[in-house]
Structure formats: structure tokens, C-alpha cells
């Protein structure tokens, strides 16, 4: 069993800036998918981001080059650097891991949350406009 411990959350303002750290504990593979969902009051979960592999990242669409996942692997920890912030990015963001043993280019797969069987707890974002 993999646990896995959000931080980094918080409240800012529009425009601003706001880096997420994910620890990862427990027993983890080479082909460990670690990635970032994120659910808004009254909204599903929705898909943020993902890293397959070194060089191998999926973004949502809404990212719009704002967001920058990266891991360390030394760590087991992946960070979601948000910047350009928008009021529209409040939501409850939750770290997902998993093994999804597929194709690299299956964005389907990697971005979809039921194939990721680890969670964090969740932390909270919140932009003010």
C-alpha cells in the first residue's frame, strides 16, 4: 500500500503562484504513475496533470502553460508549480499514484482517475479575485 501526503496548499490571489508537494511512501514501482487531480465545490474530480516517465507529461487543457509537473525520483515526491493563477483554480487538489502499465502515448489512460488506485487526503487551493 502506497500512501500518499499532500502539501503546499493555501490561499493567494489572482495571479499568483502556489507550489504542491506529494510524498509518496510505501512500496513503489519503476512504472509508478504519480499525477494531479483536482475537484471544485459541486464539480467531479477532473484530470490536472500526470508524469508517466521522464519527458512523458500530460496536461489538462485548462492548464494553458501554467502549471509544471515535475518528480523527484530520489524522493518518491512530484510537485505541481501553479502559476497565473485564477479564481477558477479554487478547488480541493488531490495527488494520485498508480500502476497504469500501457502504451505511454494512452493520454486516455493517464488521465483518467479511475485507472490511479492511491490518493492523498487532498489540499485545499483557493485564488481571490
Known amino acids: 500500500q502506497v500512501q500518499l501526503v499532500e502539501s503546499g496548499g493555501g490561499w493567494v490571489q489572482t495571479g499568483d503562484s502556489l507550489t504542491l508537494s506529494c510524498a509518496a511512501s510505501g512500496r513503489t514501482y519503476s512504472n509508478y504513475v504519480m499525477g494531479w487531480f483536482r475537484q471544485a465545490t459541486g464539480k467531479e474530480r477532473e484530470f490536472v496533470a500526470s508524469m508517466v516517465y521522464r519527458g512523458v507529461l500530460y496536461y489538462a487543457a485548462f492548464v494553458e502553460g501554467r502549471f509544471t509537473i515535475s518528480r523527484d525520483y530520489a524522493r518518491n515526491t512530484v510537485y505541481l508549480q501553479m502559476n497565473s493563477l485564477k479564481p477558477e483554480d479554487t478547488a480541493v487538489y488531490y495527488c494520485?499514484?498508480?500502476?497504469?502499465?500501457?502504451?505511454?502515448?494512452?493520454?486516455?489512460?493517464?488521465?483518467?482517475?479511475?485507472?490511479?488506485?492511491?490518493w492523498g487526503q487532498g489540499t485545499q487551493v483557493t485564488v481571490s479575485s
Open positions: 494520485a499514484g498508480g500502476r497504469i502499465e500501457t502504451y505511454f502515448n494512452d493520454r486516455a489512460a493517464y488521465t483518467n482517475r479511475e485507472r490511479y488506485g492511491d
